[in-house]
């Protein structure tokens, strides 16, 4: 009996034990439920609300996204004082980036057309002293806009303007059969075999050229041509001509990618409307 008693004395002392134990500080530590708490110290959630590192360089304005990946690999950018080389950063809002020591932060995209006069250089500076381009756009933005493809000296017509990289290298890809219609004016008639000549298969520079469109334009002269490509090539227009014997006199640009001169004199720049640059992004 006693050893009955004391059995029974001894679970019940047990159980007032096992309370206690809870309680004590030792083990409230060592209780797997704490360790959920480094969930919360890891917040996944603000690096997906990032920017990429790149991305952000390049809206920024100082240069292509392929190009600040070169910049970040050779230590160029740091943030938050931080060197930082890693490809595929993000940057949170709060963030200080510095690229050469110098605070950048992303710009609001611009997007201006120009209707390009003669004798101006598509280039954004020039070290024989020649006019430039940038100079017919220098008030357009306080963002530092580039732009988009070239024409030569002498060449008229659109050309555009913006900071949006990611636009740009599309509208310059020939992937994209970006549309370009010229209006050239040849020093003599266009004879109809010739034109028929460049409706076929033309081989410049050992290189396939493909002209999407060639005609005379409605009246005016044999002399006058119209012409659509999507080449990118330098000089391309004026060489097709050379090459069934002609010499472009002038030449001008009058629709990139569905943007038109419509009232825009020579020499002057206009903002892209929102619905033209939704155009432009949608291009495939």
Same mark, same amino acid.
């Given at each position: 009996?006693?050893?009955?008693?004391?059995?029974? $004395?001894?679970?019940?002392?047990?159980?007032?034990?096992?309370?206690?134990?809870?309680?004590?500080?030792?083990?409230?530590?060592?209780? !797997?439920?704490?360790?959920?708490?480094?969930?919360?110290?890891?917040?996944?959630?603000?690096?997906?609300?990032?920017?990429?590192?790149? &991305?952000?360089?390049?809206?920024?304005?100082?240069?292509?996204?392929?190009?600040?990946?070169?910049?970040?690999?050779?230590?160029?950018?740091?943030?938050?004082? &931080?060197?930082?080389?890693?490809?595929?950063?993000?940057?949170? !809002?709060?963030?200080?980036? #510095?690229?050469?020591? +110098?605070?950048?932060?992303?710009?609001?995209?611009?997007?201006?057309?120009?209707?390009?006069?003669?004798?101006?250089?598509? +280039?954004?500076?020039?070290?024989?002293?020649?006019?430039?381009?940038?100079?017919?756009?220098?008030?357009?933005?306080?963002?530092?806009?580039?732009?988009?493809?070239?024409?030569? $000296?002498?060449? +008229?017509?659109?050309?555009?303007?913006?900071?949006?990289?990611?636009?740009?290298?599309?509208?310059?890809?020939?992937?994209?059969?970006? #549309?370009?219609?010229?209006?050239?004016?040849?020093?003599?008639?266009?004879?109809?075999?010739?034109?028929?000549?460049?409706?076929?298969?033309?081989?410049?520079?050992?290189?396939?050229?493909?002209?999407?469109?060639?005609?005379? @334009?409605?009246?005016?002269?044999?002399?006058?041509?119209?012409?659509?490509?999507?080449?990118? $090539?330098?000089?391309?227009?004026?060489?097709?001509?050379?090459?069934?014997?002609?010499?472009?006199?002038?030449?001008?640009? @009058?629709?990139?990618?569905?943007?038109?001169?419509?009232?825009? !004199? #020579?020499?002057?720049?206009?903002?892209?409307?929102?619905?033209?640059?939704?155009?432009?992004?949608?291009?495939?």
């Amino acid at each position: 009996m006693k050893s009955d008693r004391n059995s029974s $004395r001894g679970r019940q002392e047990g159980k007032k034990s096992t309370p206690l134990s809870r309680k004590s500080k030792p083990l409230s530590r060592k209780s !797997p439920k704490k360790t959920f708490t480094k969930i919360k110290e890891a917040p996944k959630s603000d690096e997906s609300s990032g920017i990429r590192l790149n &991305k952000y360089i390049a809206n920024s304005g100082v240069c292509s996204r392929r190009e600040a990946d070169t910049y970040i690999e050779h230590g160029s950018v740091e943030v938050n004082g &931080k060197l930082v080389t890693e490809m595929g950063y993000k940057v949170q !809002p709060d963030d200080i980036v #510095r690229f050469d020591g +110098t605070s950048i932060t992303p710009e609001q995209k611009r997007y201006i057309l120009l209707n390009k006069p003669k004798n101006y250089i598509t +280039t954004m500076d020039d070290d024989r002293g020649r006019k430039t381009v940038m100079e017919l756009v220098a008030n357009a933005s306080k963002e530092r806009i580039y732009p988009v493809g070239r024409l030569d $000296r002498n060449t +008229t017509g659109l050309l555009l303007f913006t900071n949006d990289g990611d636009l740009a290298k599309k509208l310059t890809h020939p992937k994209h059969n970006v #549309r370009k219609l010229y209006h050239a004016s040849l020093d003599r008639k266009l004879d109809l075999r010739d034109l028929e000549k460049l409706r076929g298969d033309v081989i410049i520079e050992g290189r396939k050229v493909f002209i999407d469109a060639i005609s005379y @334009v409605d009246g005016q002269p044999k002399s006058e041509i119209g012409i659509e490509i999507h080449s990118g $090539r330098n000089r391309i227009v004026r060489k097709i001509f050379e090459h069934v014997g002609y010499k472009v006199n002038k030449l001008d640009r @009058v629709v990139f990618a569905e943007l038109t001169k419509k009232n825009l !004199p #020579r020499g002057r720049w206009r903002e892209l409307t929102n619905l033209e640059v939704t155009n432009l992004q949608i291009l495939k």
